[in-house]
């Protein structure tokens, strides 16, 4: 082989080992009507919602095989026509849309591609928009409730470090196993001080959070749900709005059930709910009030008491 074809080779595998570490984006339509709006535009391509998944699922693997880390957003056709009103640029582009991808990417939830399929990719990404949806909601209210003289704590930083430290006694109590922590806070707002405060007529804030302690004390969680499992924590620290946690544990045991306990948010802080309180509340539809049958395999337990915070 030549010089020439040497350095040509040489040239074509630096190249190849170069894209791989360049990451790339891609944007889905998750559903139908998204799909619809966009077909609007001349050169979106695509013209069957079940035909675009399978390439962009064929798209998706193709990158992957290449050793190209791949982060997965969700494309809203109403908040790209936003962006090209906003920026003055043609929706009707190719160009157009790949800026507002990266824009996407760049501000907004992803998903890693790690080769699911890619109605299971859907589900990650809607769950991951919600969670930072309600992660922004519940730091708005924060940041309106920081100059309030009532909120509990003393502002939403002095708030968010309490319900940190709340979760961090929740999971003492809660022992070894595998648990499933949710924490509900009835939407408040906030318009000019503590009279002005009144419930929403919205559904609540709601945090959800997953952890396994181990039997040496070591906890597991996802950071991203902690966070905003605290945040929603302390906007009802913040703005005494009632509200409550909930924290169900499988030890994983065979013939153990799983164990519900409870709490309620008040005065600052969180108060063990009695065996009664947790069946009644983990036992009624929340919407209609009617009672739902227990499950079974489940015990309801009185909640742990916790110690007071440490800036009490």
């Known amino acids: 082989m030549s010089h020439t074809e040497n350095l040509s080779t040489s040239r074509r595998v630096s190249r190849r080992t170069l894209r791989r570490e360049v990451p790339s984006t891609v944007a889905l339509l998750a559903d139908r009507e998204d799909f619809t709006a966009m077909r609007s535009y001349s050169t979106f391509a695509f013209h069957d919602h079940a035909q675009y998944l399978r390439q962009m699922q064929g798209l998706l693997r193709s990158l992957a095989a290449r050793g190209i880390h791949i982060s997965v957003a969700l494309f809203d056709p109403a908040e790209f026509a936003a962006y090209c009103a906003d920026t003055g640029q043609d929706p ?30 859907v589900s990650q990404l809607i769950g991951a928009a ?78 959800v959070l997953r952890a396994r302690c181990a039997d040496d004390g070591t906890v597991q969680l ?40 409870g709490w309620s948010l008040r005065d600052g802080w969180l108060h063990p709910l009695t065996e009664a ?22 015990t309801y337990c009185a909640g742990t008491p916790l110690p007071p915070p440490s800036d009490a």
């Open 92 to 121: 009707d582009t190719a160009a157009t849309r790949s800026r507002y991808i990266a824009e996407v990417a760049a501000g907004g939830a992803t998903v890693p591609y790690q080769g699911q399929p890619v109605d299971h990719l």
């Open 130 to 207: 919600d969670r930072r949806a309600t992660w922004e909601h519940a730091t708005e209210l924060l940041a309106r409730a920081s100059g309030c003289d009532a909120c509990a704590g003393g502002g939403h930083n002095a708030a968010f470090d309490r319900a940190s430290e709340a979760l961090s006694r929740l999971l003492r109590a809660a022992g070894t196993g595998r648990h499933h922590l949710v924490c509900s806070v009835p939407v408040v707002r906030i318009d000019a001080g503590p009279d002005a405060m009144v419930a929403e007529e919205s559904p609540p804030l709601a945090g």
């Open 222 to 261: 996802g950071e991203t749900d902690a966070l905003v499992f605290c945040t929603v924590l302390a906007v009802g620290l913040a703005t005494g709005s009632p509200g409550g946690v909930v924290l169900r544990t499988g030890r994983g045991t065979p013939g153990e059930p799983d164990r519900v306990r």
């Open 277 to 298: 309180e947790v069946f009644n509340a983990y036992c009624t539809d929340a919407e209609t009030g009617e009672p739902v049958p227990p499950e079974p395999g489940v």
